[in-house]
């Protein structure tokens, strides 16, 4: 089954601790990104990632970072977590990030809820 | 800043009724539109995808229009029913989706 995974899907942790929450697709997607969703401010991206090795910043990047070292796979770090970034955090993926025309959309993970004491 | 509103923020019908959803968009680029229900504590499902060269997709009793000139998307349930209870969210843009902050639909049964 075609499909974009997230794990955790629930998180709770304290200020200061590193984690990394992974996503990981199956559709051999060039294109990545993470978003976070917040009551009243909607989803926001934090980055996203145009192919191996290229990635850049989106709305919201402050306190996060990146990688993607392989095509399947786009985890998101939070080096030094704090209160602040207690949400819901979505990965999502699509085919090629020159589809301009739009030809495809894009597939989303269930979500990872984080919370930060 | 492209900026993308949906309206209404909360609608309740009862089942059976016909019901128009509207997003509206400040940058009238070339870019697809695509519609997406989350339900509570869940993850996004994608609906409907318009491409910037289209004026109109539909999926069962789902049908989403796109006008560019107006800066407007319309999504039109026929017949709805207590399942398609969940918050309806439009996104607009490609490298970066901009997303409105969602209509949460209520049918009764």
């Known amino acids: 089954e075609a499909q974009v995974t997230q794990n955790p899907r629930y998180l709770i942790t304290v200020t200061g601790k590193k984690l990394t929450v992974t996503c990981s697709q199956n559709?051999?997607?060039?294109?990545m990104s993470w978003y976070r969703q917040d009551p009243g401010l909607g989803l926001r991206q934090i980055y996203y990632?145009?192919?191996?090795?290229?990635?850049d910043k989106g709305d919201v990047p402050e306190g996060y970072k990146v990688s993607r070292k392989e095509k399947r796979n786009f985890p998101l770090i939070l080096e030094s977590p704090s209160p602040n970034q207690t949400s819901l955090y979505f990965c999502?993926?699509?085919?090629?990030?020159?589809?301009?025309?739009?030809?495809?959309?894009?597939?989303f993970g269930s979500g990872t809820r984080l919370t930060v004491v | 800043k492209q900026e993308v509103t949906q309206i209404p923020a909360a609608l309740s019908v009862p089942e059976g009724e016909n019901l128009v959803l509207n997003c509206s968009f400040t940058?009238?680029?070339?870019?697809?539109l695509q519609w997406f229900r989350q339900d509570p504590g869940k993850g996004l499902t994608s609906l409907l995808l318009?491409?910037?060269?289209?004026r109109e997709q539909t999926s069962g009793r789902l049908n989403a229009s796109l006008d560019k000139s107006s800066g407007r998307s319309t999504l039109y349930i026929a017949a709805s029913q207590p399942g398609d209870s969940a918050t309806y969210l439009c996104?607009?843009?490609?490298?970066?989706?901009?997303f409105g902050t969602g209509t949460r639909l209520l049918v009764s049964p």
């Open positions: 559709m051999n997607h060039e294109y």
């Open positions: 999502a993926s699509s085919p090629s990030p020159f589809d301009r025309a739009g030809e495809y959309g894009y597939t």
């Open positions: 318009i491409q910037s060269s289209q």
């Open positions: 940058d009238s680029a070339i870019y697809n």
């Open positions: 990632s145009m192919n191996v090795e290229v990635t």
């Open positions: 996104a607009r843009g490609f490298q970066k989706l901009v």
